[in-house]
């Protein structure tokens, strides 16, 4: 059933919660450590998932999955949350936030390139310049607006921050191949997910106790992240005449994140950031137009 008002509601909803976790984030990182950041938020993301599932009535779902369908999970849990959070994380703990944010958001630019080799999809000129274009806005945010001296702040931030978005177009592309329903592959990937945090978390770091402030950052995180959020996206979807509809409106996404950093962590934003992150979604909506037509 079409509800174009209910469609945008859910979808305003849903962009406002994705704006906020930028900043959730980095606020988080004060007081644990990325590792514990991605532990708690992903147990967190899981509790949701099966509230979902019993409340849907889909539990048998799972009993229904191939063992084709569970390995599947256990790749697709490695990708996301476990490398993708973890690398993410790593990155916030690193940069400043509005950095983070916007060169994570490069994902949708990395996947025209990943499509290449892995979808065997040809791509035209309008694609080529589309990916220069958000690249142009990467090293204005790399170097803070000094392109000409190509110096860049803390490079191994940068590095991880283009990586997290690399690791999240292996996980679309990946995940847009598996037919199963939508809350059981993210139940079992954040299931397979988990427990690859907790090995590296017992192994590489360390788990303790986190203080309450520590425990409401993280659990926003897993909550708003992924958790409710995405009920409501595909709430959104469904209601939706057209898809474009609503995922335009995801667009204003990394700017009103920006608008809470300088509200909430406190960063002053930079015009190099503005303008790289403009170059960046200029990019993306150049490819996804090249695409339509």
Known sequence: MVDQRKAYIYTLIVVLFWSTVASAFKISLRYLDFAQVVLYAAFVSLLVFFIILVQQKKIYLIKECTARDYFRSVLLGFLNPFLYYLVLLKAYSLLPAQQAVSLNYTWAIQLVILSIPLLRQKIGLKSIAAVIIGYVGVVIIATRGDISGLKIFNPTGIILALGSAVIWAFFWIFNIKDRRDEVVKLFLNFAFGLVFIVLYSLIFARITLPSLAGVLGAGYVGLFEMGITFVLWL??????????????????????????????????????????LLLIVTGIVLQKSSTRH
């Open 235 to 276: 709430k959104a979807l469904r209601l939706s005449r057209t898809t474009a509809q609503v995922t335009n409106l995801v667009y204003l996404t990394p700017f009103l994140a920006l608008v809470f950093i300088s509200m909430v962590v406190g960063e002053r934003i930079l015009l190099s950031t503005v303008i790289g």
